[in-house]
Structures are given as structure tokens and as C-alpha cells.
């Protein structure tokens, strides 16, 4: 059973940066495609981005490219989420998750283990 653990979330302001870290309680580095996804009040989760477990394949949803990045150090057991140029309309609970495919999918159902999820929100 893997242990997943979000930090970083807070407040910030519009244009700003956060960088959420996600930190493993075993060794994912190995084993597991990992994802973060966001959501918003009354609203579904959304895809963000995923990666790869040698830290390759990155692809994120269509809110995130272009100004979030994707990284993972496996030494650390962590996975990073940092997020640039944030909009008011990035607030919402951030989860990351792990799966046992090699790179994260898109998909809910795809991932295995979740964190409980660090709250972010961005004020304008």
C-alpha cells in the first residue's frame, strides 16, 4: 500500500508560483507512473499532468501546458508539480496519484493510490 502525501498547496496571487510537492511513503521510483489532478467545487477531477516512473513521458491536460511542470526525483521518493503564471481559475484541491502503469494516464480509474490533497487557491 502506497502512502502519498501533497504539500506546498497555499495562497497566491495572480501571474504567481507554488511548487506542490508529492512524497511517497515506499519507493515509486521503480514501479509507478505517477499523476496530478485538481479539483474544484461541484466540479469533477481534472487531468493535470502525469509522468513517466523514469521520469520521462510528461503530458499534461489542456489547462496545464504550457505553464505547469512535471518533475520527479526517485532518490526522494517525491514528485513535484510547479506551477507558473497561476489564474484565479487554478484554485482548487490539488491530489497527486500513483499508478502502476509506467506513465500516468489521463484517466481516474487509471491510478491505484491517492493522496488527500493540498488546497490551492489564487486571488486576483
Known amino acids: 500500500q502506497v502512502q502519498l502525501v501533497e504539500s506546498g498547496g497555499g495562497l497566491v496571487q495572480t501571474g504567481g508560483s507554488l511548487r506542490l510537492s508529492c512524497t511517497a511513503s515506499?519507493?515509486?521510483?521503480?514501479?509507478?507512473?505517477m499523476g496530478w489532478f485538481r479539483q474544484q467545487p461541484e466540479k469533477e477531477r481534472e487531468f493535470v499532468g502525469a509522468?513517466?516512473?523514469?521520469?520521462?513521458?510528461?503530458h499534461y491536460g489542456d489547462s496545464a501546458r504550457g505553464r505547469f511542470i512535471i518533475s520527479r526525483d526517485n532518490a526522494k521518493n517525491t514528485v513535484y508539480l510547479q506551477m507558473n503564471n497561476l489564474e484565479p481559475g487554478d484554485t482548487a484541491v490539488y491530489y497527486c496519484?500513483?499508478?502502476?502503469?509506467?506513465?500516468?494516464?489521463?484517466?481516474?480509474?487509471?491510478?491505484?493510490?491517492w493522496g488527500q490533497g493540498t488546497q490551492v487557491t489564487v486571488s486576483s
Open positions: 515506499e519507493s515509486v521510483g521503480s514501479y509507478y507512473g
Open positions: 509522468i513517466g516512473w523514469r521520469g520521462d513521458g510528461e
Open positions: 496519484a500513483a499508478t502502476l502503469m509506467a506513465i500516468g494516464p489521463r484517466f481516474l480509474n487509471g491510478y491505484q493510490y
